[in-house]
């Protein structure tokens, strides 16, 4: 029972250019969402939130946005950079209860 | 600040065997919590200590165990290894606080490097 959907394994993208990472959520019950990258050999790291009662979070080159209705939300790097080629992990989390995460999307920018 | 230690790197162990693997977290952090990874499925959650009690428990079998100390150090155990447990091994901490106020700093997990296990 996955509550949190990658659906897209990997995806390549052109330097310079927007890359949009995609997750899909069942459990109307989240209520704050995280984004976390991973480089080879290396753990987790918290990239950026965003919490329920906001539809858009934005952090330098970073922005996450949050459809309820559609319990989806997407990570939009701009512009892309060769040095963003990771793992990028969704999670969400219901008030109090254990981070829950997607099964992850790679990320290759080419330069 | 050091952060989330975690020992050792890598293990091989042999199906059946025994295995304990070591986290440190960063000083201060109350919260440990453990995630499988595995090719495909990401990181499954496994179980979080806080203040030396279990607080959150995946659905992993009773293989799977850990503690807590009262340095917050915590050990995850698991026992009568098979194949399909070869994965990284996540420890990640965070302060662990529940008011609604610290949400946003208490659950932005800190991540070790993870212990990559083989079971042959």
């Known amino acids: 029972d996955q509550q949190v959907k990658q659906n897209s394994p990997s995806l390549s993208v052109q330097e310079g250019r927007i890359s949009i990472l995609n997750c899909d959520y069942t459990?109307?019950?989240?209520?704050?969402f995280l984004w976390y990258k991973k480089y080879p050999a290396e753990g987790p790291t918290f990239l950026i939130s965003?919490?329920?009662?906001?539809d858009k979070n934005e952090d330098g080159r970073f922005t996450v946005f949050l459809n309820k209705s559609a319990k989806h939300l997407s990570l939009h790097i701009v512009p892309s950079q060769p040095g963003d080629s990771a793992v990028y992990f969704c999670?969400?989390?219901?008030?109090?209860?254990?981070?829950?995460f997607g099964a992850g999307t790679i990320l290759r920018v080419k330069s | 600040k050091a952060g989330v230690t975690q020992t050792p790197r890598y293990l091989i162990k042999t199906r059946g065997q025994q295995v304990t693997l070591s986290c440190s977290p960063i000083?201060?952090?109350?919260?440990v919590s453990w995630y499988q990874q595995t090719p495909g499925q990401g990181l499954q959650f496994l179980f979080e200590?806080?203040?030396?009690?279990?607080?959150n428990k995946g659905n992993f079998p009773g293989r799977f165990s850990g503690r807590q100390f009262s340095n917050s150090r915590s050990e995850m155990n698991v026992s009568t290894l098979e194949l399909g447990d070869s994965a990284l091994y996540l420890c990640?901490?965070?302060?662990?606080?529940?008011?609604?106020?610290?949400?946003?700093?208490?659950?932005?997990?800190?991540f070790g490097s993870g212990t990559q296990l083989s079971v042959l």
């Open positions: 990640a901490s965070s302060l662990g606080g529940r008011g609604r106020d610290s949400l946003l700093s208490n659950e932005k997990l800190f």
């Open positions: 459990n109307s019950m989240f209520d704050y």
């Open positions: 965003i919490s329920s009662i906001k």
């Open positions: 999670a969400a989390m219901e008030y109090g209860n254990k981070l829950v």
């Open positions: 000083s201060g952090h109350r919260s």
């Open positions: 200590y806080f203040s030396e009690t279990q607080r």
